[in-house]
């Protein structure tokens, strides 16, 4: 197996239109049992809208999430990468500014998504291999004293 994104994200992704309402974004999301939403329109991704994203604008007085849309609880800075890249790229990238998930595509399409959980999965599995274990054990060690005796 190589470290390309695509043998650690969830290929079943699933996706909310941005004019769908809050209500039914969570429904999708509990359906699911998810956390985050690609937001499409007309096919193309313009946002992500995550649990946490719901959770916070859905507790404004103003808002009635039976028809408030998603639009206006997403994020449209979305963190996406090509299939191809590298796990740990995007392992990196998230951790680094704290991201959630990273949405994949095959040029515009949206084929998948990496979360925290998928890398989670990525981290047990690599773990579990031998090789891997005596090599991190191998530089984890200090380093041989350099000194002359």
């Known amino acids: ?8 994200m969830t290929h079943s992704v699933h996706t909310v239109g941005r004019e769908r309402t809050l209500t039914e974004a969570h429904a999708l999301m509990r359906q699911h049992r998810i956390r985050h939403l690609p937001v499409l329109d007309g096919g ?3 946002g992500l809208v995550s649990e946490r994203d719901l959770t916070l604008i859905e507790t404004l007085r103003a808002v009635d ?3 408030a849309t998603v639009e206006e609880a ?4 979305v963190f996406v990468v090509q ?3 590298a796990v740990a790229e995007v392992a990196h990238q998230m ?3 704290k991201l959630g998930s990273a949405i994949i595509q095959r040029g515009n399409k949206v084929v998948g998504i990496f979360t925290a959980v998928d890398a989670l999965s990525a981290l047990a599995f690599l773990l579990s291999s ?3 274990k005596h090599a991190l054990h191998e530089a984890m060690r200090p380093a041989p004293d350099s000194r002359p005796s």
């Open 1 to 8: 197996m190589d470290d390309a994104i695509e043998n650690f």
């Open 95 to 97: 951790a680094h500014d």
């Open 83 to 85: 299939l191809g890249t």
């Open 74 to 77: 997403m994020t449209a800075d």
């Open 65 to 67: 999430p039976k028809t």
């Open 44 to 46: 193309k991704l313009v």
């Open 130 to 132: 031998p090789s891997v």
